[in-house]
């Protein structure tokens, strides 16, 4: 990884869903504008904020796509990260930087 570019791989599919009544909601429904988690696997010698395991958020529509190994991975920049979910953050706080 070079400079300020985090690898990260999506935690959820881009197929259908459930909602938290059970309503199955189908891959081809339109739905507005939305963020993703996903969690980093990969950080470049730059990045300031994330280490390799922690979930953020970002903007789907501003990603880059690739393949390494037959798996499929989401390259992004650090300032294009919205909210870091960290376990090392402390039990007091909420978890996020945002």
Do not use: C
Not at 1 to 17: A, F, K, P, S
Not at 76 to 91: N, Q
Request: glycine share 12%.
């Amino acid at each position: 990884m070079l400079h300020d570019r985090v690898l990260v791989r999506q935690d959820g599919g881009e197929g259908e869903r459930r909602s938290t009544a059970g309503i199955v909601i189908p891959a081809t429904a339109s739905m507005g504008r939305r963020l993703s988690w996903a969690t980093a696997v990969g950080v470049g010698p730059n990045v300031r904020s994330i280490v390799v395991g922690d979930r953020v958020l970002f903007d789907p529509d501003d990603r880059s796509e690739v393949e390494l190994h037959g798996k499929g991975y989401v390259l992004l920049r650090e300032r294009d990260l919205h909210a870091v979910a960290a376990a090392r953050v402390e039990s007091d706080g909420t978890g996020l930087y945002l």
